[in-house]
C-alpha cells in the first residue's frame, strides 16, 4: 500500500522551517511539520513550561544524564552542572570531537533556548557572503519583514542606563570605551516592555530570572508564539512532535517518501512509518538539514545530490571568553539574561571583532565580564557520513579555531591593556581564557548557491528545498537568526511563485 501523504512536508521546526510552514499555510498548500523535539506548553510539577537555570532538571537538556552548560565550573568547582534524568529536553549539545554544537529541540527549535539577539548584518558583510543574493530586495523587503514577524524589539536606552539590571553590560562598555572601541545597542525578541515590568515587580520574572539556555518562560517570542502560532492559524498546517526524519528517497510516482521515527519520552522508537510527499521542505538546522542529505546521497536514496553537500561549514568564528574586573567595577548581583549591547569592531579591517556582552546571572556579585565574540575565521570545516553510525561526523579540528582565539585575544587584549584587567581562567575548563571549543551559531553543510540554487531549491532535485542556517556559508558576523529567517522569506517567496 502507499505511505501516507501530505502535500509538503516541513522537516523541524525552527526559524528556517517556521517560515515555510507560514507561508505554505497561507498559500493553501495542506503541511504537515515534523519535529523531533516536544511541544513546550505543559507546566511540569513545579508550575512552570521550562525548568530554572540554577536548578535544572530533566527538561534542560536533550537526553542526558548530566547537564552540560557551556560554563562548566566557576573558581574551577563544578558547580554548575546537575545530574539529572534523560529525557527529551529542550537544549541539546551535540559533541563532535573538536566542536560541540548548541542547538534547541522542540517546536521552536534554537528560539526556544536562544539569547534572543536579532541584528541585521553589516550589509557591506552580508553581500560579500552571499554574491549572489540581491542585497537591495533584502534589505529593502525580506530583512524588514523578518524583523516585524519575529517581533524584534529596541531597549529603552533611558532604562538601559538607569536599571541594575544592565549594569553589567554598561561596566563591559566602559571599558570597551577606555580603549576607543565603539558599542552599539542590539535589538532583541524578548519584550523588552515586558522586561520593564519585571524589574517594577509587576510581572512574573523570566529574564530577570535566570531563564535563557533551558527556555524562558515569560517574555520571550520564540517562533512558536510568531511564525507558527500564524501557521496554525492557516487552518493548513499540522504540527506533529517526537517525530526525526531519519531517511528520504524518491517516489517512483514523484515526490518523497520519508521514513520517519516516532520516540516516548524515554526515548525509545515506538514507530517507525512511511510518509509520503510532493514537496519537501528541510529546516532542521545547519546540522540536522546536512545529515539528512548526506545520508541520502551516500546510501544512493538520492545520488544526484551536488558533491558540495556537507561543505562550507562555520561557527560563526565564535569564541567565548571572560575578564575579571578591578573592585570597583562591580557587575551586579542583579544581571537580565538577555544581552542588549554588542562592541561593534567589525569594521577594523585587520582584526574584525563583534562581541556580544553577555551576562552571567548568578546572584551574587562576581566581577566578571564576560562577552561571546563573533570573529571572521576562514577556516571551514565538513561533514562526512559514517556508514557505521548512519550519521554525519563533522570534520574540524581545535586547531582550526586560532584564527578566532586570536582575533578574540587581540581586541580583549587591548581592553585588558587599557583598562588594567586580566582574563578569567576557572570558567572554561582545562585553565584557558577563550572557550574554543563550542559554538551556538551552526552555518552550512548545504550552502546557497552551492549545494542548491539561488533560492534554496536542492540541486539535482524537484520539489526538495533548504531553508535553514544550513545555506549560510560558515560565517556572518552577527548573530544569525534574522538572517536566516529573512532568507527563508525570499526563498519562500520564490520557491511558492516557481516550484
Ligand atoms: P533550528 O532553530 O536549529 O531548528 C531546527 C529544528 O529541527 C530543531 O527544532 C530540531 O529539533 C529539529 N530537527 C533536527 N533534525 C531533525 C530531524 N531529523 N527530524 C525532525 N526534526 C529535526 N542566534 C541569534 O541570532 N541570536 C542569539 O541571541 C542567539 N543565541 C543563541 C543561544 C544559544 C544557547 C543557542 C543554542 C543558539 C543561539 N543562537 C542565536 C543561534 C540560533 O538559535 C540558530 O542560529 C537558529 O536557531 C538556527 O535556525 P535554523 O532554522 O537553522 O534551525
Known sequence: PAAPYAPAVVVGSGYGSAVAALRLGQAGVRTVVLEMGRLWDTPGPDGKVFPSTSAPDQRSMWFRHRTEAPLAQFLWLDVVNRDISPYPGVLDRVNHGGMSVYVGRGVGGGSLVNGGMAPTPRRSYFAEVFPGVDAGEMYGTYFPRARAMLGVNDIDPAWFESTEWYRFARISRKHAQNTGLKTTFVPNVYDFAYMKREAAGTATRSALAGEVIYG??????????????????????TIETMQRVVAVRQDPAGGYVLTVHTSDVTGRVTQVRELGCKQLFLGAGSLGTTEILLRARETGALPALSEKVGLGWGPNGNVMTARANHLWDTVGCNQATMPALGIDDWDNAANPVFAEIAPLPMGIEHWISMYLAITRNPERGRFVYD????????????????????????????????????????????????????????????????????YGRVKGYQGLYVLDGSLVPGSLGVNPFVTITALAERNMERILAQP
Open 216 to 237: 524562558n518562560n515569560h517574555g520571550k517570542k520564540s517562533v512558536d508564539k510568531t511564525y507558527l502560532a500564524a501557521a496554525l492559524g492557516t487552518g493548513n498546517v
Open 387 to 454: 556508514a557505521a553510525t548512519d550519521s554525519a561526523r563533522l570534520d574540524w579540528t581545535r586547531d582550526q579555531n586560532a584564527p578566532a582565539v586570536a582575533a578574540a585575544r587581540n581586541l580583549f587584549d587591548r581592553i585588558n591593556r587599557r583598562n588594567v584587567t586580566i582574563y578569567r581562567y576557572d570558567l572554561f575548563g582545562d585553565n584557558k581564557a577563550f572557550a574554543d571549543d563550542f559554538t551556538y551559531h551552526p552555518l552550512g553543510g548545504c550552502v546557497l548557491g552551492e549545494a542548491t540554487d539561488a
